[in-house]
């Protein structure tokens, strides 16, 4: 489904900032304290010893002051002050949810979520009459939902969200509960029917969100009850039946319809979706429908361009939908994500579809689409991704796709195109993917295509007919991941200049006519995994570099002319005698192939009998040449292209990092006890330590409960850590593995994270991570420095790493400042290692790949943390810009993403937006660096604030096509703390020059 940030209504989570407590407080309820004591009772993460998030908890009687508690004095406490809200979020807390906070009875706010707690949800909470909000989400809380919270009147916010309740949803959350606004069950395993039944009305219902669950039954019509509703999201679960056709004409204000990967059919036996969308006209706010993975069928209807004119998104893929592309879906005007993939949809591409001008991906593959693709398509100038494969299309590929300056992956594979390849293609300097394999391209590679530097994942122009040498341009792909030019008609030698490829992992010039010697740069290539250069006519030794590469784990070098030995050495050694088959001239002491030295010895001992060595050697070259046919014959039947193997990455991380035992772990951490925790997510635990050497440590160990999803995270965070090197980056010191446990072991930041310091304890925020910075507080000129550190962090990664990488989970708590105040990004365990040829891409691989989605999103398979995500929440490097920007807008506001979604309904980008530029001062109002000692003049800051700003807002633009990239912001924060030097230096000078240069660089960046 579509991934957005949710715009939860504006008076959620109102009032969970704790208010201000007197200083002679009244007389208290012993009720409320005493309920509190038993609750902390059954809280594991309590520690005496003054270091546990709850340890100020019973060392006063005055519990209004106690950690996350908030009081007040309800008129019915006849002047006792009582507590009105707990909020105790993300605090890392575990044990049991006491059945004593039944007792508290003049709770309005209750907010656990985001720990660890367990067992059932007491049935107790539903005794609360005044409760106004309920937060459990993130936990591992099991049972079933107790209908008692379904009594509560005054409810109008229930989450519980990412826990693993089941049993069905309790009919009373629907027929009593009528105050409810939101309520989010999704990413639990509950069952049964949505019970919304005729007689039940939740008038003031606006977002319901039940997805990743095990619901069946037909979609509620009752729905149409709560004419509020903007935000349906009911994906992934079982429901079945028709599609309502009768329902959603009666919510004028919907806006996210979410029912993809369900068992849902259309009318007429599956065969009409006509009353379907007929129902949709009435919804004039509607931004995004999903109905990917019913299997629906029927043809779209002649009037889907008559549909709400703010539609944004539209994902109709896999499905059964049949019939040809209505020309009318170009009235879509406003539309920036089209997907109609793995259908049944025939006819050609409509050239209205250009009228579209915003769209920024298309997705039309694995269809049965002919025709010829549309020189219009050049017209719609925010295409970032084009995908027309698996269908039949004809014709050449048209020259105006050079018009799509903002292309990045143009995908025209396993068609039936034809001529050559377009030169102009080489103006498409933002490509990054070319896909024109399995078509019937003829001549040679352009030049200017070869010589494409922008293609950083791979370029496959394999399965044609193209001719000629290879292009000596091709080196000037240095950052490209894969290159695979198979089953063509290349000829000519292999250009040693190909070793300038220098991230290559995987490289297939198989098939050809390619001659002469294999380079030894080529075979040199630093991070190479897999070469096939099988069935040409290569010649000479095989490379001596090829027995000292420690990347490669493929090779191919059959049906050539190598001659020599083959040395029982490094990858060579661990080949099949099918890797060398076919090179009569080679021998050696793999298992299969003549062993050197044999056959010459065999002719002068049996001179006699020449006739016999001929015959055998003939039925060698015979055998030889079947099998050979036979591989090629293999190949050609393969729809899809060959996968690049990453490497294993425990193997590799155990040469590098010599491991710890686990026993030597327990010893630093003092068995992993409470005290020495200093951090928890969804995977695990951090705990501090000191090793045997005296080396200060941090030891993230990872929960063994969480199965192959953890080991997956581990296993990403070690390939992410094994691969890259960079001052602001996290570096692992060793590790730790076993069957059943998981750790990496880092350098203890002494100043914690950048959450931490933001939100410090004693402003009800913060972890005991985060130590004390010197001079208190985070200054102006602290957080330029820390903006730039990370900004260095993630350009590295996107840009320069010897395989780019996509953080996904870019926030304030993942960044930690080490002894010298320099920001490092952390936690790299949902992050995406951007593979090669054949692997799933980022933004736009299956859920197969998404192992390690976080739950707290809105959907099961979308990476990252609400807020920080970025519209779409496909991982992608725009979206690590995009929460790069989140962030540089919190450390100016002092305000977190989520106050603001949960508050005002807003992301912070519109938050920020709504202020500026006429109302700077709110902006900036609770900014952390006003209330820190400054190290630069506050003339300094105001310059430099406002370019900031802008900075934060242009990283968060809605489309990623309008993003700058990392090297552009590296740039634009350079520019900004040069600035702000000048500015300190001479703070009465007005330097205009400095203005001047500042809003050069701002509305270049506006401009991409």
């Not at 539209?314 to 009318?328: Q, V, Y």
């Not at 009235?331 to 209205?352: A, C, F």
């Not at 192992?851 to 990252?864: F, M, R, V, Y």
Request: charged share 15%; net charge negative.
């Amino acid at each position: 489904m579509a991934n957005l940030l949710i715009p939860i209504i504006t008076i959620l989570h109102v009032g969970l900032v704790p208010i201000a407590v007197a200083a002679a407080p009244p007389p208290v309820a012993a009720d409320d304290r005493s309920a509190l004591l038993a609750f902390l009772s059954n809280v594991s993460a309590d520690d005496p010893g003054g270091a546990a998030p709850l340890a100020d908890w019973g060392r006063s009687p005055e519990f209004c002051n106690w950690t996350g508690v908030v009081c007040g004095r309800p008129a019915e406490a006849v002047g006792e002050r009582r507590v009105t809200q707990l909020v105790l979020a993300g605090r890392g807390l575990r044990g049991v949810v006491s059945p004593a906070l039944g007792r508290l009875e003049f709770i309005t706010v209750l907010d656990l979520s985001n720990n660890g707690f367990a067992g059932e949800i007491p049935a107790e909470l539903g005794e609360l009459s005044r409760l106004t909000q309920l937060s459990l989400a993130n936990n591992l809380l099991e049972g079933t939902i107790p209908a008692g919270i379904g009594l509560l009147r005054k409810l109008y916010f229930l989450d519980l969200s990412c826990n693993r309740l089941s049993g069905g949803i309790p009919e009373t959350l629907f027929c009593n509960c009528t105050a409810l606004q939101y309520m989010d069950l999704a990413n639990n395993s509950l069952a049964g029917d949505i019970p919304y039944s005729g007689e039940c009305r939740l008038p003031s219902l606006r977002y319901l969100l039940l997805w990743s669950n095990d619901l069946s039954g037909p979609i509620p019509p009752a729905l149409s009850n709560s004419s509020m509703l903007e935000w349906i999201d009911f994906e992934s679960n079982y429901l079945a039946g028709e599609l309502p056709s009768q329902m959603f004409d009666r919510l004028p204000r919907l806006q996210y319809l979410y029912l993809s990967y369900n068992n849902l059919s259309s009318h007429g036996g599956n065969t009409d979706l006509d009353p379907f969308f007929r129902s949709l006209k009435n919804c004039t706010r509607l931004q995004e429908l999903e109905l990917a993975g019913n299997n629906l069928g029927g043809k779209l209807p002649a009037f889907v361009g008559e549909l709400s004119r703010v539609f944004r998104q539209i994902h109709l893929e896999d499905n059964a939908i049949t019939g040809s592309i209505p020309p009318s879906i170009s009235g879509l005007v406003n539309l920036t994500y089209l997907n109609l993939s793995n259908n049944q949809l025939n006819g050609s591409i409509p050239p209205e579809i250009s009228r579209m001008r915003r769209l920024e991906r298309l997705y039309l593959s694995n269809n049965l689409l002919t025709g010829e693709i549309p020189n219009s398509i050049g017209e719609m100038l925010h295409l970032g991704l084009v995908d027309l494969s698996g269908n039949r299309l004809v014709g050449t590929i048209p020259d105006t796709f050079s018009n799509l300056t903002q292309l990045r992956r143009l995908m025209l594979h396993h068609n039936h195109l034809y001529g050559s390849i377009p030169a102009s293609l080489g103006d498409c300097l933002n490509l990054e993917i070319l896909d024109l394999s399995y078509n019937g391209l003829q001549g040679r590679i352009p030049p200017r295509v070869a010589a494409m530097s922008s293609l950083k994942l791979y370029l496959n122009l394999s399965n044609n007919h193209l001719e000629g040498p290879l292009p000596l341009e091709l080196s000037k792909m240095d950052m490209i991941l894969a290159l695979d030019l198979s089953e063509n008609a290349l000829a000519g030698t292999i250009p040693a200049q190909l070793g300038g490829c220098v991230a290559l992992e995987y490289l297939n010039l198989s098939g050809n006519a390619l001659r002469g010697a294999l380079p030894a740069p080529v075979a040199a290539l630093p991070f190479l995994q897999v070469l096939d250069v099988s069935r040409n006519q290569l010649s000479g030794e095989l490379p001596g570099s090829l027995q000292v590469s420690t990347s490669l784990r493929e090779a191919n070098f059959s049906c050539n002319n190598f001659s020599g030995v083959v040395p029982r050495a490094g990858v060579l050694a661990n080949l099949s005698a099918a890797a060398f088959r076919g090179n009569p001239g080679l021998c050696g002491y793999v298992p299969g192939i003549a062993v050197c030295g044999a056959a010459r010895h065999a002719r002068h001992r049996r001179a006699v009998l020449p006739a016999v060595v001929g015959i055998v050697a003939a039925v060698c070259v015979m055998l030889c040449a079947v099998g050979c046919r036979s591989m090629a014959a293999a190949r050609s039947k393969r729809s899809g292209r060959q996968s690049v193997r990453l490497v294993d990455v425990e193997d590799q991380a155990e040469r590098e990092h010599p491991r710890i035992s686990y026993r030597e772990l327990a010893e630093a951490t003092g068995g992993f006890v409470q005290s020495s925790l200093i951090g928890a997510g969804r995977f695990g635990r951090v705990y501090e330590g000191t090793l045997r050497d005296g080396a200060r440590v941090a030891v993230k160990v990872l929960d063994p409960k969480g199965g192959g999803e953890v080991s997956g995270s581990f296993k990403r965070e070690c390939e992410v850590l094994r691969r890259t090197r960079h001052k602001n980056l996290v570096r692992v010191i060793t590790t730790c593995s076993t069957a059943t446990f998981h750790a990496l072991v880092l350098p203890l930041m002494r100043y914690g994270s950048l959450e931490g310091n933001l939100y410090p304890p004693q402003h009800g925020g913060g972890d005991k991570s985060a130590g004390a910075i010197a001079g208190g507080g985070l200054d102006f000129g602290r957080l330029m420095s820390i903006v730039s550190d990370v900004a260095e962090g993630l350009a590295y990664l996107h840009h320069y790493a010897p395989v780019r990488v996509v953080h996904c989970d870019l926030k304030p708590s993942n960044v930690l400042l080490d002894d010298e105040m320099r920001a490092v990004i952390s936690d790299f365990g949902i992050a995406k290692l951007i593979s090669g040829a054949g692997a799933a891409t980022v933004g736009e691989s299956s859920s197969t790949n998404d192992e390690s989605a976080p739950c707290n999103s809105i959907t099961g398979l979308l990476q990252g943390s609400v807020g920080y995500i970025a519209p779409g929440g496909h991982p992608s490097p725009q979206g690590d810009v995009y929460s790069f920007g989140v962030m540089i807008l919190e450390l100016i506001t002092g305000k977190r993403p989520t106050d603001v979604i949960f508050h005002e309904g807003l992301t912070l980008h519109d938050w920020v937006r709504r202020h500026y530029p006429h109302d700077v001062a709110a902006v900036v109002a609770h900014a952390p660096w006003q209330y820190a000692p400054p190290t630069t003049s506050p003339a300094a800051a105001d310059v430099v604030v406002v370019e900031l700003i802008e900075l934060g807002l242009v990283c968060t633009q809605h489309s990623p096509a309008l993003r700058p990239n990392m090297v552009d912001v590296c740039h634009e924060i350079t520019l900004l703390n040069e600035a702000l030097k000048r500015h300190a230096a001479v703070a009465t000078d007005d330097d205009d020059d400095d203005g001047r240069s500042l809003s050069t660089t701002k509305d270049s960046l506006f401009s991409n």
